[in-house]
């Protein structure tokens, strides 16, 4: 099995900055993409931004050029930066993975328990 454990999520003021951490652990051979998403009251579950191993990212269009995904491979972690943050941001952050297993090199995925992320005044 993989573990995802998360951290760094709490309450913020608009216009503040989080960091978010997510560090992968297990039986894993090897990970091909890391990724954060989020899930407000009522809303479905939708993608923030995601990473693979060779470093290249995706954004949702309404975090670009305010949060920065990024990883490092020897820690199996990933990390969320997130600036200017604004109310609309409030959601639970989910960390998730893709990979294969050290067991038979069979794919994994994996998702983390969450972070609340709140933007408040």
């Known amino acids: 099995q993989v573990q995802l454990v998360e951290s760094g999520g709490g309450l913020v003021q608009p216009g503040g900055s989080l960091r978010l951490s997510c560090a992968a652990s297990g039986r894993i051979f090897s990970i091909t993409s890391m990724g954060w998403y989020r899930q407000a009251p009522g809303k479905q579950r939708e993608l923030v931004a995601t990473?693979?191993?060779?470093?290249?990212?995706n954004y949702a269009d309404f975090v670009k050029g305010r949060f920065t995904i990024s990883r490092d491979n020897g820690k199996n972690t990933v990390y969320l930066q997130m600036n200017s943050l604004e109310p609309e941001d409030t959601a639970v952050y989910y960390c998730n993975t893709h990979g294969l297993h050290t067991d038979a090199l069979l794919p994994f995925a994996s998702w983390g328990q969450g972070t609340q992320v709140t933007v408040s005044s």
């Open positions: 990473i693979t191993s060779r470093g290249s990212t």
